[in-house]
Each structure stands twice: as structure tokens, then as C-alpha cells.
């Protein structure tokens, strides 16, 4: 199965830069999404296919990588940003999430 | 709208066998295919199966003997099965619509599954 791995945890003050990593254990392609969870509630879509923004989603957030390396940027972080995100492949089988990257402010 | 709804029993016994049904509205299942995917308490995602629009089915392979994913298009509605429930199984289980490209670009609230004697 096709590792993905994330930092567990990263913290960052309002209005600052972050990205959140994803590595892929195989190349998945441009074939990796990223979702973003709050407690208590269900996944979201953010980015589907590497850097594709889904409708509806802040600007602030962006994708990029192919390949095995692939990176979500939050500019600038706001406070509703806290959550976790996941990184999720969809270019081998079985299809995996990565751990997730619990994101807190400062 | 597009929404999707999960159900099934809160609490099922160690070797039973668990039966979820997701209900969909807002958009066909011979059009989209939709997965199930669990997050144990306190832990990640993982994706246990996906049938798709065509009906054909996946399954995550740790899992592939223990399950059965089907549909009913008159109902709009997907339903998993999962036999030989161990403690290990107990968590929130959401449906999700997915894409071609396979990403989920709608997921239901979630229904949570324990599993205790």
C-alpha cells in the first residue's frame, strides 16, 4: 500500500504562512488531495488533484507537488483555520490517507 | 442538494456482523460512486471500500475478506456490510461521494459504530 506521511502537528500564529507536507512512500502522480477536519465534524475538500482549489475554498489555501512530494500552503492563516488536514491518494491501490497534520495557533 | 446520509445500529456485539446504509440525495449513483471510510476515536482516516457508478466494487485489501459493499439505485442508497466485528472496528464510519479522478467531494456527518460486549 502507498504510505503517505505528514507531520503530526505544526503551530503558527495568525496571519502567518504555513505549509503542511505530504510523502508519498510511491510516486501517486498528480493523483493527491487534501482535506481539512474540525472536531466533532466531517472531512472537507480542499484541494483535489495536487493544486486544484475546490469551489468555495478561501483563496488563502493552495496546493502543489507530483510525484511523491506534495505540499498544502495556508497565506495567511486565520483562526478558523484550526484543524486537522489530511492528504488522501487516489493514484494507487488500495486508495490511503496520510496521518493528518493537526494545525493549532499561537 | 447533494447530501448523504449514514445509518445503522450504535452498538454491536464482537464476532457479529455490522450493516450500514448510506442514503444519498441530490445526485444519482449510476452517475458518482460512493466509499466508506472509518476514523477510529482520537485517530486518522482510513478508506475501506468503493462502489462505483458503474457498480463495480473495491476494497481495502486488510480488510477485503471481512466485507460487502452493494446498492440499491431505487433507494439511492449504498449499503456496507462487515462480518467477524472485532473491538479494533470500533469507530465513526462515513459515505462519501467520489469523483473519477477519486477524491471525496462530499461526505456525510458520520455514524458512530462500538463495538462491545
Known amino acids: 500500500d502507498t504510505v503517505l506521511t505528514q507531520s503530526p502537528a505544526l503551530a503558527v500564529s495568525p496571519g502567518e504562512r504555513v505549509t503542511i507536507s505530504c510523502r508519498a512512500s510511491?510516486?501517486?502522480?498528480?493523483?493527491m488531495h487534501w482535506y481539512q477536519q474540525k472536531p466533532g465534524q466531517q472531512p472537507t475538500l480542499l484541494i483535489y488533484l495536487a493544486s486544484n482549489l475546490e469551489s468555495g475554498v478561501p483563496a488563502r489555501f493552495s496546493g502543489s507537488g507530483s510525484g511523491t512530494d506534495f505540499t498544502l500552503t495556508i497565506d495567511p492563516v486565520e483562526a478558523d483555520d484550526t484543524a486537522t488536514y489530511y492528504c488522501?491518494?487516489?493514484?494507487?491501490?488500495?486508495?490511503?490517507f496520510g496521518g493528518g497534520t493537526k494545525l493549532e495557533l499561537k | 442538494q447533494v447530501q448523504l446520509k449514514e445509518s445503522g445500529p450504535g452498538l454491536v456485539q464482537p464476532s457479529r456482523t455490522l450493516s450500514l446504509t448510506c442514503t444519498v440525495s441530490g445526485f444519482s449513483l449510476t452517475s458518482y460512486g460512493v466509499s466508506w471510510v472509518r476514523q477510529p476515536p482520537g485517530k486518522g482516516l482510513e478508506w475501506i471500500a468503493a462502489?462505483?457508478?458503474?457498480?463495480?466494487?473495491d476494497y481495502n485489501s486488510a480488510l477485503k475478506s471481512r466485507l460487502s459493499i452493494s446498492r440499491d439505485t431505487s433507494k439511492s442508497q449504498v449499503l456496507l456490510k462487515m462480518n467477524s466485528l472485532q473491538t479494533e472496528d470500533t469507530a465513526m464510519y462515513f459515505c462519501?461521494?467520489?469523483?473519477?479522478?477519486?477524491?471525496?467531494?462530499?461526505w456525510g456527518q458520520g455514524v458512530m459504530v462500538t463495538v462491545s460486549s
Open positions: 462519501a461521494r467520489f469523483t473519477g479522478s477519486g477524491y471525496f467531494d462530499y
Open positions: 488522501q491518494q487516489s493514484w494507487n491501490d488500495p486508495w490511503t
Open positions: 510511491e510516486s501517486v502522480s498528480t493523483l
Open positions: 462502489i462505483w457508478s458503474g457498480g463495480s466494487t
